[in-house]
């Protein structure tokens, strides 16, 4: 559930995690996720599908966007901007971006886009979930994309299992060498929350993680 404190902001839930209050209610968990999946489509995958006009970064007008879902979905006649900057800034994952009048994903796209995200303060290790039978292949090959336009990077090996966990039961942690990677000249892109991008990640790079302690299976996926 999403609601608006008067006092502490836009919050998901029954009551504000910082005073308890309940809040103004915007909108249910069904609403939340079926507009979240639109957003998702519009700005990561097919932006043309609904008339948008997206620029070189991913950014299309939040008005625009607003117009075109309730072209498409007409029992959201009644959303308004607060309502997306609300999905926005209480997003966990830190999937989408709000500047000025427009809007964006940060990662996740299958479109060719300069997204110019921050390339400042990467931590020294990353980490890549993947299956027991790729994990060799990818050790040996480096990482490339595969159904999306960039390699998509874990902050902790919590985040990448979590992330793993989707695909695959027991999904094999890849740790990459951030520090030395970006000595190298290879650019890495902070996205989400927990999420950083890159073209690619040569081989040289990879090892096998080692499980950190009590975190298997700990935490929310990061894609």
């Known amino acids: 559930m999403l609601r608006e404190c008067k006092v502490h902001g836009y919050f998901r ?14 909108m249910n968990e069904q609403e939340l996720e079926q ?18 006009e997206m620029d070189p970064q991913g950014f299309v007008s939040l008005r625009d966007f607003i117009d075109a879902l309730r072209t498409h979905q007409r029992r959201y006649h009644w959303v308004r901007p607060h309502h997306l900057i609300a ?14 009048d427009l809007i964006r994903a940060t990662y996740g796209h299958t479109i060719d886009l300069d997204l110019k995200l921050p ?3 990467t931590p020294d290790k990353l980490f890549y979930p993947t299956t027991p039978e790729e994990a060799d292949i990818i050790l040996e090959t480096g990482l490339k994309p595969s159904d999306r336009k960039l390699v998509h990077l874990s902050k902790t090996y919590k985040d990448a299992f979590a992330a793993g966990s989707v695909r695959t039961d027991s999904p094999v942690i890849l740790e990459v060498d951030a520090r030395k ?18 073209e690619k990640v040569p081989a040289d790079y990879l090892k096998r993680a080692t499980e950190e302690p009590g975190e298997e ?4 996926a990061s894609g």
């Open 181 to 198: 990677a970006v000595q190298d000249g290879l650019r890495i892109q902070k996205a989400g929350r927990t999420v950083y991008l890159a």
């Open 217 to 220: 299976g700990d935490g929310t």
């Open 87 to 100: 999905i926005i800034e209480t997003d966990p994952k830190g999937r989408y971006q709000v500047s000025n």
């Open 119 to 121: 390339t400042d303060n």
């Open 35 to 52: 507009i979240g999946r639109t957003m998702a489509g519009a700005l990561r995958h097919f932006p043309e599908k609904f008339g948008l």
């Open 13 to 26: 839930g029954e009551s504000c995690p910082i005073c308890g209050d309940k809040g103004r209610f915007l």
